[in-house]
């Protein structure tokens, strides 16, 4: 948030702040959850821009009085480096006060909730040349003529971008990505968005693409769980990188135990590994002793949660999907992408790794001219990066497991 002064009203928060718990409770008092999903066709999540400001609101900061102007973050680097302030649209779309069947801000539904649209600026399209740097910058850099381009500045839609999925239309198979890092989301690219009962049942998430699409979609927790073990464990003086977790994880015997990735339980405690025990006391299976098992755990029911959004994806879509595209840092790791494969049914198509910046590049090549389109971007990925292809294998012990899976997503908890 910026003042009229264009100076920071406060440093920012991080999204895991504890300030949003219960602003999603406190908002459905004020206006009903199908009407927020309505206007927005977002998923709910207590991360949400929406829920950051009502939570300035409701503890009475002054600083969302002063405030003048509502920057993403990658918005306001583009200010610092032109001076021009703009609301970039993949990222604007992921507040959960941006309508996506009408291209705009939802402003009816922050005004129901008592929150400032005086804030809200532009809306621009991925591809729009923003400007040139800020005189100083040009100087100081001696970059004179570099025009500043906006990327899909939401990582996802610039990963997105990045999938490489190619060839004339007709010869693409139905295919679904998974951007695959901390989070895990996974979704198809529609033209327009899908709101209806069955999208705010399944909690999707219709979020802006570049080319003006649509990424509907859903965010699971992915090497979260992963990363906040190794931490713990590396605290009690171990030292392993993450081949040697890998490792671990492929000597554990897999298909043993399940949680739910995107439990409550998951999102921010103490102490991982002992929340993944705890999670497996509670719903009466096999506790993972072991760090490998702990692991195994944790891969394998991310795995099983693919699968579960896949079938909710083809729901919605009324479609099979026949290929996975996982791009990401996540895709290093391989018994993931196996188990991917494995427990969806599917051929998984892994990279490239470095995707949301490759996505970024071949945005600003569009806009520049050097590439044609979209699509055409898609291709030189494809034949530039090397592509990791996983097989399903053992489908069927998978299947059987994945019953089991669903037994514990619905379990009380």
């Known amino acids: ?15 895991r702040d504890h300030r949003t718990d219960g602003m ?157 890092g901390t989070w895990a989301l996974m979704g198809v690219e529609v033209a327009q968005p899908v709101i209806n009962e069955t999208s705010l049942a399944l909690n999707f998430t219709n979020e802006g693409g570049v080319g003006n699409t649509i990424r509907l979609l859903k965010n699971i927790t992915g090497l979260w769980l992963v990363q906040e073990c190794r931490r713990i464990w590396n605290q009690s003086g171990r030292s392993w990188d993450w081949e040697d977790l890998n490792q671990l994880a492929a000597e554990a015997p897999g298909l043993v135990s399940f949680i739910n990735p995107d439990h409550s339980m998951f999102l921010a405690p103490t102490d991982m590994p002992e ?19 702990v692991l195994r755990c944790a891969l394998d029911s991310i795995a099983m949660k693919f699968r579960h959004v896949l079938e909710m994806c083809e729901e919605l879509i009324r479609r099979r999907i026949e290929v996975v595209h996982i791009v990401g840092g996540g895709t290093k790791n391989r018994l993931l992408c196996q188990a991917a494969a494995d427990a969806c049914g599917r051929p998984v198509l892994a990279g490239p790794v470095e995707a949301t910046a490759i996505g970024n590049i071949m945005m600003q090549a569009v806009a520049a001219g050097v590439v044609g389109n979209i699509a055409e971007a898609r291709n030189i990925v494809r034949e530039s990066f090397p592509l990791d292809e996983y097989q399903p294998r053992n489908v069927e012990a998978w299947s059987e497991a994945y019953n089991r899976f669903t037994d514990v997503l619905a379990a009380d908890v």
């Open 275 to 293: 929340a993944i025990r705890e999670f497996t006391r509670r719903t009466g299976q096999r506790v993972p002793e072991t760090e490998g098992a």
């Open 24 to 180: 999603m409770e406190r908002a459905f008092q004020i206006v009903p959850r199908e009407e927020i999903f309505r206007q927005t066709g977002l998923q709910f999540m207590q991360l949400n821009t929406l829920y950051q400001l009502l939570a300035m609101k409701e503890s009475h900061s002054p600083l969302l009085d002063i405030a003048d102007r509502l920057l993403m973050m990658p918005d306001l680097f583009h200010w610092m480096l032109t001076g021009e302030k703009c609301n970039e649209f993949t990222d604007a779309t992921t507040t959960q006060f941006f309508n996506p069947k009408e291209r705009r801000w939802a402003t009816e539904l922050l005004e129901q909730l008592g929150l400032p649209t005086h804030i809200l600026g532009p809306i621009a399209q991925p591809g729009t040349i923003l400007g040139p740097l800020r005189p100083t910058l040009a100087t100081e850099t001696g970059l004179h003529n570099a025009k500043v381009v906006l990327p899909g500045s939401h990582d996802t839609a610039s990963a997105v971008m990045a999938v490489p999925a190619c060839g004339p239309a007709r010869d693409i198979p139905e295919w679904c990505y998974i951007s695959l």
């Open 1 to 15: 948030l910026l003042d009229r002064n264009d100076d920071l009203v406060g440093h920012p928060y991080h999204y």
